[in-house]
């Protein structure tokens, strides 16, 4: 079965400066994503509670063109669908694994083992 994390849109963080802002998990965890100089999505930061803030540096490795166009569309909408939103969350997140802490990854069911 798979995870229903129900992204929604959040505000900044003081002293934060991202282009895209989402929670999930009833407000357990945060994602601070950005795009690059061609548009291309990255993230930025994931926080969970319980492990804190996670920052990835600069060689994190951003969505593909047609992945990060989806994402912005998806974003901009007023409502997001679930189904999209989170196929691309989890593909980001999965390019980017060695930078995320693992044992927070495998508690909040980002690590999903098939595509």
């Not at 963080?13 to 965890?29: H, K, Q, T």
Request: with cysteine; hydrophobic share 35%.
């Amino acid at each position: 079965m798979e995870q229903s994390f129900n992204f929604f849109k959040t505000e900044a963080f003081i002293n934060r400066e991202a282009g895209y802002y989402l929670g999930c998990l009833d407000s357990s965890v945060f994602l601070e994503l950005n795009t690059t100089r061609d548009n291309l999505i990255y993230l930025r930061l994931i926080s969970f509670d319980g492990y804190g803030c996670c920052r990835l540096n600069n060689n994190s490795k951003c969505l593909d063109e047609q992945f990060s166009n989806e994402f912005i569309e998806e974003y901009h909408k007023d409502i997001l669908n679930q189904e999209k939103i989170t196929r691309l969350i989890l593909k980001l997140i999965r390019l980017n694994t060695d930078m995320i802490w693992n044992d927070a990854l495998e508690e909040y069911n980002f690590i999903i083992s098939s595509d």
